[in-house]
C-alpha cells in the first residue's frame, strides 16, 4: 500500500529518500529504473521524481513516478510546479496523479521560462505557489503536499525575513513538510530551523544533500539553484578538479561528516539529490547507518 510522507513523517524518527530528474532518452529511463531497484534495497522511505522548467517533462514525471510506485511499492513524490499550466492543466494533471494512486505532491511555484525577465502567468494560470497548494488540497486529504525550503533564502527573495513570510503563507495553505534546497554549510540549516520556527511554522523540516562528485559541475549546479559554495569546499576541491578518483573520495568524506553531524543535531531525516546515479550516496547511506 503507498503511503503519505506525512504520516511517514509522523511515524519515524528518522527518513531517507531519494530524489531522481526524469532523462531525456528511452535509454536513460530504462537506466532509471535499474538505479531505483539498487535503491529500493536501501528500503527507502520515498523517491521523488523532478519536474521540468515549464512542465517540460510532464508526461516523463508521471510516467517514471507511476512505474516507480508499481515496481517497488515505494511512495514516489511528484514535483509539480504552476508556472506555464493554465488551472485547467493543473487540476486535469492533479486527477491523472490521482487516477494512478500517486498521493504525494512537491508543490512549486517552478522556474520561470528562460529569457522572460518580465515574465507574467497567464490570466488563467497562477503565479505563487500557494495558490497550487491550495488547488492541491482543494482534493481533500488525497495528497499529502510538501514544499521546498531554502536556508539562504529563495534566490527572488530580497531578504531571509520575506523568505519566512512566504514560507509560513505555504504552510497555512496546506504544505505539510519541507525539504530543502541543497547545503554545504550545516549553519545555513540550523539558521535556516530557527528563523522558520520564529515565524510559527512547525513542520518538519528535512534537509538536502548533494554529494559533490566533480567540482565543474558543482560550480554550474549552484550557479543555476543560487546556492552558496562555502570557501572550505572550493579548497577541497578545486586542487581535485579533473581528479574524478581522488574528488569521488574526497566527496563521500565530506558528506558523511555533513549527514552525521545533521543526524546528531536530530533532523527528521535526509533527503539525497542522487543525480541519477547509485554511488556515492549508497557508500554514504552505508557509512551513515552503520
Known sequence: MIRK?????????????????????????????????????????????????????????????????????VPVMHHFTCVGHSKSELKAILGEMKKRNIQNVLALRGDTPEGEKDWKPAPDGFEYCYQLIEMVRSFGDFFSIGVAGFPEGHINCPDKPTDSKYMKIKIDSGGEFIITQLFFDNKDYFEYFDRIRKV?????????????????????????????????????????????????????????????????????????????????TR???SAIRG
Open 5 to 73: 510522507i506525512a504520516d511517514i513523517l509522523k511515524e519515524k524518527e528518522r527518513t531517507y529518500s531519494f530524489e531522481f530528474f526524469p532523462p531525456k532518452t528511452e535509454k536513460g529511463k530504462l537506466r532509471i529504473f535499474e538505479t531505483a531497484g539498487v535503491y529500493a534495497e536501501l528500503k527507502p522511505d520515498w523517491f521523488s521524481v523532478t519536474y521540468g522548467a515549464g512542465g517540460s517533462t510532464r508526461a516523463m514525471t508521471m510516467e517514471i513516478a507511476d512505474e516507480l510506485q508499481k515496481r517497488f511499492d
Open 200 to 280: 510559527g511554522v512547525t513542520v518538519p523540516i528535512l534537509p538536502g544533500i548533494l554529494p559533490i562528485t566533480d567540482y565543474q559541475t558543482l560550480l554550474r549546479f549552484c550557479k543555476t539553484c543560487g546556492a552558496t559554495i562555502p570557501q572550505k569546499v572550493h579548497d577541497i576541491f578545486k586542487p581535485l578538479d579533473g581528479d574524478a578518483e581522488g574528488t569521488y573520495k574526497r566527496g563521500v568524506e565530506f558528506a558523511v561528516r555533513q549527514c552525521e553531524e545533521l543526524l546528531k543535531s536530530g533532523v527528521p531525516g535526509l533527503h539525497f539529490y542522487t543525480l541519477n546515479k547509485v554511488d556515492p
Open 283 to 285: 557508500e554514504i547511506l
